[in-house]
């Protein structure tokens, strides 16, 4: 079946950096595109970024470009979300997703 593990996340000072990982099977993971979303307490789910099955396209919410970069390696099933220059308001759950599945996620805090 569809498995999707995020980790890495954690308590980390604003200004700081973050790379969460995602561990996929259960899926041709080289042939679909890959998504990284968020949802902070009392707010609805935001995509924050997706890469293309090459990893040749990605997009990113105007509230991140910049400063996160999305990649993957087909090889590994693995995506990745490196976070950089933190915020307070990056604090969500991360979540890495395809089609409607989505793992579980891993918790981040921005927070001196």
């Known amino acids: 079946q569809v498995q999707l593990v995020e980790s890495g996340g954690g308590l980390v000072q604003p200004g700081g950096s973050l790379r969460l990982s995602c561990a996929a099977s259960?899926?041709?993971?080289?042939?679909?595109?890959m998504t990284w979303s968020r949802q902070a307490p009392g707010r609805e789910r935001e995509v924050v970024a997706n890469?293309?099955?090459?990893?040749?396209?990605?997009n990113y919410a105007d509230s991140v470009k910049g400063r996160f970069t999305i990649a993957r390696d087909n090889s590994k099933k693995m995506s990745y979300l490196q976070m950089n220059t933190l915020e307070p308001e990056d604090t969500a759950v991360y979540y890495c997703?395809?089609?409607?599945?989505w793992g579980q996620g891993t918790q981040v805090t921005v927070s001196s």
């Open positions: 997703g395809w089609a409607n599945y």
């Open positions: 259960g899926f041709p993971f080289a042939i679909v595109d």
């Open positions: 890469i293309s099955f090459s990893g040749r396209t990605t």
